[in-house]
């Protein structure tokens, strides 16, 4: 009976891992689709000159842009990770 009970909580914690897995998956899979709605938003804009870098209305950086699908992609891919990022900052306690 007790060994029952150990496989029902074994099992359970497998389940969970499970569902654990499911969920980082469905993250990612997430991020790639909107990384792929980016660079199609970049490919159907036309052929861009120039690669600004931005922060609110004043540009930062100004670079030339060779259109190529690597370029789509980072510019995909940093547009949609730069929404997901999160900057958090731990401190020490007081003592």
């Known amino acids: 009976m ?11 914690g497998e389940d969970q891992a499970l569902v ?4 980082r998956i ?6 790639a689709i909107e990384v792929l709605d980016e660079m199609q938003k970049i490919i159907s804009a036309g052929k861009p000159k120039a690669l600004k870098i931005k922060l609110g209305e ?4 100004e670079f030339p842009a060779e259109f190529t699908a690597t370029t789509a992609f980072a510019a995909g891919l940093a547009a949609v990770l730069l929404t997901k990022l999160a900057i958090e900052m731990e401190h020490e306690d007081k003592r």
């Open 26 to 31: 469905s993250a990612a899979l997430d991020v």
């Open 20 to 23: 654990g897995a499911a969920e």
């Open 2 to 12: 007790e060994d029952e009970q150990n496989a029902a909580v074994e099992i359970s």
């Open 58 to 61: 004043h540009t930062l950086a």
